[in-house]
């Protein structure tokens, strides 16, 4: 697995690199809720983001899903999953969060 | 959760709750049954080509499993005990 052009000391396996980094990338958000240093809303981005940073690592280490190697066509099926999964969690979030109110008595 | 009053009947959450978690769950028992099937395939007969190529579906689905987990715990889990 090394080549002798790559003089780069990071562990050559992804599997070992993406595992490294969805560590950190939970830890952080569990640490963040445990301690309870910030703000609830910087919080609740913060896990957000990291989640979103968590889910691209899990495609590119573990899949073997990047933007160089990956099929053109793949990519763009990709895209598409990506834009439903919005549609169908902020279109919910979006119906809940306006019919609450209008729920209560 | 569900024997001291808190099933999935009782609220709109409790129900997206136990579907999400709930399926979740059954998925994952799923993957590691195949998971332990296929280390014994592989021990008993080699990395042969239908050996592989489960292990490769088997692959898919436990990542695809995991994304999922991110999915959850970000949005179930830590803004529920913050």
């Known amino acids: 697995m090394q080549t002798p052009t790559d003089p780069s000391d990071m562990p050559?396996?992804?599997y070992i690199t993406g595992f490294v980094f969805a560590l950190v990338l939970t830890g952080i958000p569990f640490g963040l809720v445990v301690a309870g240093l910030l703000p609830r809303f910087t919080t609740l981005v913060v896990i957000a983001v990291l989640a979103l940073a968590q889910?691209?690592?899990?495609?590119r280490y573990f899949l073997?899903?990047?933007?160089?190697?990956?099929?053109?066509?793949?990519?763009?099926?990709?895209?598409?999953?990506a834009v439903l999964i919005c549609?169908?969690?902020g279109g919910s979030l979006w119906i809940m969060l306006d019919l609450n109110p209008r729920m209560m008595s | 959760?569900?024997?001291?009053?808190?099933?999935?009947?009782?609220?709109?959450?409790?129900?997206?709750?136990?579907?999400l978690v709930g399926t979740h769950g059954l998925h994952v028992s799923n993957g590691l049954v195949w998971i332990l099937i296929m280390s014994i395939q592989v021990l008993a007969k080699g990395l042969?080509?239908?050996?592989?190529s489960r292990l490769f579906r088997l692959g898919l689905f436990w990542h695809f499993l995991d994304i999922v987990w991110i999915g959850i715990f970000s949005m179930v889990y830590l803004p529920g005990v913050l």
């Open chain 1, 64 to 81: 073997h899903l990047d933007l160089q190697s990956t099929p053109r066509e793949n990519l763009l099926a990709l895209a598409f999953a």
């Open chain 1, 55 to 59: 889910v691209v690592v899990h495609l």
């Open chain 1, 12 to 14: 050559q396996h992804p």
């Open chain 2, 48 to 52: 042969t080509e239908p050996v592989a």
């Open chain 1, 87 to 89: 549609i169908i969690i």
């Open chain 2, 1 to 19: 959760m569900y024997l001291q009053g808190a099933g999935p009947q009782r609220s709109g959450f409790l129900s997206a709750f136990f579907t």
